[in-house]
């Protein structure tokens, strides 16, 4: 019989990458899964083979003893429902990307996990990659000398694409604090991306603190197609190529460049045992609330920028996202009437 019991909250499309990952482990069974949308919670059931199912997560953190909970639903309901897991206890929770709407709902997560014991963990694959984990390791051992900027092109919001631009850089720099951030975005439409507000155009750029800068632009015009998921890192000896789904590392005095290999493990299973091992006792989740919460600091501090019209020096005070408080405020004005969301199902 499984050691631990599984529920999954939100049975939508990410859905079935967290089931895969649990159902990978031998110490887990996933007992339960919730939705609002019975169409939903069937399809992911029937297809999961996951026995009990709720329209209500209370209900099912009541019912079900649960030790492990997935969190899949949109980015403002992360923080409310990670609350409540924490709040019932449950031992380790793997939430959606990105944290939450903003920096105070980021740390209250944070704060209800620590006060409860429960281990957090933030779905940014890519800190469960077998290429960014390699590519970890070579930049530490200084196979690109000393990493001097980073350069992020990618799409559909900052909070969205972009918390996998700035976390990916944060991880593949062992974590290390970020100084400052300066951001411009632009606002005409009243755009949203799963149901948050988000906005027409952005760059940010920051610097960690031994002086290697990141850039992110997202939704900026390109022709003739989109760079998407388009990275690269410049170092003093050498530079790496992110480029969709392969990276590539060219070292200088050294022909042709090294392809990493990124199938050498699953992520979402990677992710699921990282999370089961932690709370065995074992060492701290790559993806943990606490590694995770400066990305969403610099993303808000790239809002702060443009609000406060300078550049921002972290650490930022947790707070409402400058985005929301510069449209509701007025001084970032929808000029083009008609709410859309660029990625809304049914
Ligand atoms: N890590 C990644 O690369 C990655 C990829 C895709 C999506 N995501 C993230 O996963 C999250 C979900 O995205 P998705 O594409 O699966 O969305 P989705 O719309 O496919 O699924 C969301 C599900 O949540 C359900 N839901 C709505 N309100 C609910 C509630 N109150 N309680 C429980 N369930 C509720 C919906 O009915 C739906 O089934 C987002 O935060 C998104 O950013 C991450």
């Known amino acids: 019989m499984a ?20 159902q990978a482990q031998e110490s ?25 199912r709720y329209t209500d997560e209370k209900e099912m953190l009541d ?8 969190i899949c639903t949109w980015t403002g309901l992360h923080a409310p429902q990670t609350i409540l897991c924490a709040e019932a206890g449950v031992k ?32 940014h694959q890519r800190r469960s990659m077998s290429d960014h984990h390699e590519l970890k390791q070579l930049i530490a051992d200084g196979a690109i000398g ?15 694409n972009g918390s996998h631009a700035v976390d990916t850089m944060r991880f593949l720099m062992d974590n290390i604090p970020v100084v400052w951030v300066v951001g411009k975005a632009e606002r005409k ?28 632009t997202v939704d900026l015009p390109d022709e003739p197609e989109p760079p998407m998921k388009d990275a690269v890192l410049v170092g003093t000896e050498g530079m790496v190529r992110m480029w969709h789904n392969s990276i590539k590392v060219l070292r200088l005095n050294e022909a042709g460049w090294l392809e990493l290999d990124g199938k050498k493990w699953n992520p979402h299973v990677r992710q699921a045992e990282d999370l089961i091992r932690w709370v065995e006792g074992g ?8 590694r995770v919460l400066p990305t969403m600091e610099v993303l808000m501090a790239g809002f702060e920028s443009m609000r406060c ?16 408080i510069m449209v509701e405020d007025g001084t970032m004005p929808v000029e083009v009437e008609g709410k859309y969301d660029i990625r809304a199902k049914k």
Not at 283 to 290: A, D, F, M, W
Not at 309 to 324: A, F, H, M, Y
């Open 3 to 22: 050691k631990y019991r599984v529920g999954i909250i939100g049975c939508g499309g990410i859905s079935k990458s967290h089931c895969a990952g649990w």
């Open 283 to 290: 060492p701290e989740h790559n993806g943990s609330g606490r």
């Open 189 to 216: 439409t009243d755009r949203y991306e799963r149901g948050v507000r988000i906005e027409d155009f952005c760059m940010i750029e920051f610097c960690f603190e031994n002086g290697t800068r990141g850039l992110v």
């Open 92 to 123: 380790g929770i793997l939430c959606e990307k990105p944290m939450s709407g903003d920096l105070e709902n980021s740390k209250a997560m944070v704060d209800a996990c620590e006060k409860s014991g429960s281990k957090l963990v933030i779905a």
């Open 146 to 160: 000393d990493p001097v900027a980073f350069e992020w092109h990618t799409a559909g919001g900052l909070l969205n």
């Open 63 to 70: 019912k079900e003893d649960l030790d492990f909970v997935s």
């Open 28 to 52: 887990v069974e996933i007992v339960a899964g919730m939705d609002v949308s019975e169409e939903n919670l069937k399809a992911r059931c029937d297809e999961v083979g996951i026995p009990n």
């Open 309 to 324: 019209k300078d550049i921002v020096k972290l650490p930022l005070e947790p707070g409402p996202s400058p985005l929301d």
